[in-house]
């Protein structure tokens, strides 16, 4: 959702909090504030609509004097539309503290009316602003005392840093849901919704838990919990290396992230896939445990979602356990069949999405075992697992998940062999044969990568066209699910992926020559089956662009436009057809001059409901 940062130091703040706050503009981009500490007890706070690059534009206008400490805000809204006056931070009315949050306060409406009967004027419609409200009401000369008993009166999920005028050196921070980490400097010291924030500073972090706060000093930083009491912390050292947070020199975040896979593949392999043995460091469950799993229930939403429907399709076919796949949002409100016998796999790129969290939390209370697929080190999601398989495919800033995506993937065929080894569904000699094919997998993705433009081509040549199908059978259906979300959210078309087998049940009804079909079929089992949904979508004029397994001389007859992908295992496709897909979307959001990372009404990771 939004992105927060705070510092507390001796340099100029201004520039970090923009600089820091551009790294987290992919969290939510529709509005930007900062409030500062100047000198003589003086609080200045700058916000506007738009793009941080109009917060600039305003501070050119409307210049700042130095100063220590501050607090910043990137947002996506969720209470009152994006404006400049609902930007963040907020003050109160005698303009002496500011907040900034990401979250949603679930009982604002209550706090507002009693604090309104207190005589608090509120010029926004936000949530937030009754939080500076009734920090004030409770201050009387200690600013962490009123925080910390604002934030025991705050429903929902939060994550605020405040300030205020009369305490020039200090930063108060506070979470429940919505992440928040605190960055540990040399004599300074930052708050930040996220670590690519504040890498370039300092790689020394502390992983504030749910229901802490901290008071942050140049000298240092406290934490503890609501009630007040000292808490322990222990400071991690960030590994991730700096230029993932940066372009290098591709136009978009997203491009370079799709660059990123064969790599970010081959260093799982190397992790994983050692001497041909499986390495399942951090699932942490012995053969026992995993051969008396009756069923596996997965949770994810989004692009993580169609992973875990790749993951059902694999698991099943290797280790013939039954998955019950869920969107983590229907999940935890419909009462799921849950037992002891259930292990629970979450998958979230970020690990602070909030359905797939309260979902996890949902399980867990019904006794399953937790494991949670994540990429990102420390987050909500793997603190409340048993086990956590990170996909390490390192920082993903475009909106569009694509190396995290292919990651899932190769993260559930490493998995599914693991659970085939405990439940003895696979040979050893038929496990060390798909981990060759897996091993090939970084290589054949170099190939796909080196024929871009041929997709380039393509995406261009159907770009003109306002609505598409992505259609796919078996380990491929899923496929065409996340083909239609990527081309769907960066390039605002209208798109559906459905089984091809379900075309004469209804969609077909749509196919005519003004609509495009993305046909994903590789060499498979049901290859036959696709060929002839295809000759059923070109009796019907539908302009076909197919995705099939090169040397396919056949497919050439039946679409206007094929994507090549190399020969594989057909159970491996999914991972190679993620390629021309997520090009396909990237190539058409990019003709269509679409703002590629950051995608209309969407944001990187969504914590809130
Ligand atoms: C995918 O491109 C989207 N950004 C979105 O659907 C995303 O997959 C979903 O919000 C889940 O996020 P998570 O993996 O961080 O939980």
Redesign the pocket.
């Known amino acids: 959702m939004c992105g927060i940062i705070g510092y507390v130091g001796s340099k100029d703040a201004l520039p970090i909090l923009i600089d820091s706050l551009k790294q987290l503009e992919y969290r939510g981009y529709d509005s930007s504030g900062v409030g500062l500490l100047g000198h003589n007890a003086q609080l200045i706070v700058r916000k506007a609509k738009g793009k941080i690059a109009s917060l600039e534009e305003l501070i050119r206008h409307q210049p700042v004097p130095y100063a220590s400490v501050g607090i910043s805000h990137t947002r996506w809204a969720t209470h009152g539309l994006p404006s400049d006056i609902n930007s963040h931070p907020h003050t109160d009315n005698k303009h002496r503290l500011a907040v900034v949050h990401n979250g949603i306060i679930e009982n604002y409406q209550p706090l507002k009316e009693a604090l309104k009967k207190k005589g608090c004027k509120f010029i926004s419609q936000t949530d937030t602003e009754v939080i500076a409200h009734l920090v004030a009401t409770l201050y009387n000369g200690d600013l962490v005392e009123a925080v910390r008993r604002a934030i025991n009166q705050l429903k929902g999920a939060f994550a605020i840093g405040v300030i205020h005028a009369d305490h020039p050196d200090m930063l108060v921070a506070a979470r429940v849901g919505s992440p928040l980490i605190v960055g540990v400097g040399e004599r300074e010291n930052y708050i930040a919704s996220d670590v690519p924030a504040i890498i370039e500073r300092t790689r020394r972090v502390i992983y504030l838990k749910d229901g802490q706060m901290a008071v942050l000093t140049k000298e240092g930083v406290k934490v503890s919990d609501f009630a007040g009491k000292a808490a322990a912390f222990k400071i991690d050292t960030v590994d991730f290396n700096v230029t993932a947070a940066r372009k290098e020199g591709y136009p978009h975040f997203m491009l370079k992230e799709i660059h990123e896979q064969p790599q970010a593949l081959a260093q799982m392999i190397s992790l994983r896939l050692k001497n041909g043995r499986l390495n399942c460091e951090g699932l942490d469950l012995s053969d026992a445990v995993l051969g008396g799993i009756k069923r596996i229930a997965m949770v994810?939403?989004?692009?993580?979602?169609?992973a875990g429907l790749v993951g059902k399709y694999v698991i099943e076919e290797l280790a013939r356990l039954p998955v019950d796949v869920d969107t983590?949002s229907e999940f935890r409100y419909r009462n799921p069949i849950i037992d002891k016998h259930t292990l629970l796999v979450a998958?979230?790129?970020?690990?602070?999405?909030a359905d797939?969290l309260a979902a996890v939390r949902e399980a867990k209370a019904k006794g399953a075992k937790i494991v949670v697929i994540?990429?990102?080190i420390g987050s909500s999601?793997v603190r409340e697992s048993d086990g956590v398989l990170y996909t390490h495919a390192g920082p993903e800033i475009?909106?569009?998940?694509?190396k995290?995506?292919t990651a899932?993937l190769m993260m559930f065929y490493i998995l599914a062999l693991r659970l085939a080894a405990a439940r003895k569904t696979i040979s050893p000699a038929g496990a060390k044969k798909f981990i060759a094919e897996l091993k090939r997998i970084p290589l054949l993705y170099k190939d796909i990568l080196k024929k871009k433009a041929h997709v380039q081509k393509a995406a261009e040549a159907n770009s003109h066209f306002g609505c598409f199908l992505f259609l796919g059978r078996n380990v491929n259906y899923p496929s065409a699910l996340e083909g239609a979300?990527?081309l769907k959210?960066i390039s605002y078309i209208p798109a559906e992926g459905y089984a091809a087998g379900e075309m004469k049940h209804g969609p077909i009804a749509l196919i005519d020559e003004y609509r495009a079909v993305v046909c994903i079929a590789p060499q498979s089992h049901v290859y036959e089956k696709m060929a002839s949904n295809m000759q059923e979508i070109r009796a019907r004029k539908g302009n076909i662009i197919a995705i099939a397994t090169q040397g396919d001389k056949e497919i050439k007859r039946h679409a206007d436009f094929v994507l090549d992908i190399p020969k594989a295992h057909e159970l491996l496709t999914p991972l190679l057809v993620a390629l021309p897909l997520q090009l396909l979307a990237y190539y058409i959001a990019v003709k269509r001059g679409n703002d590629v990372d950051q995608p209309r009404n969407?944001?990187?990771?969504?914590t809130v409901e």
């Open positions: 994810a939403c989004g692009t993580a979602y169609h983590s998958v979230s790129q970020s690990g602070e999405t797939t994540c990429n990102v999601i475009g909106v569009a998940s694509t995290a995506y899932q979300l990527k959210e969407l944001a990187k990771s969504v």
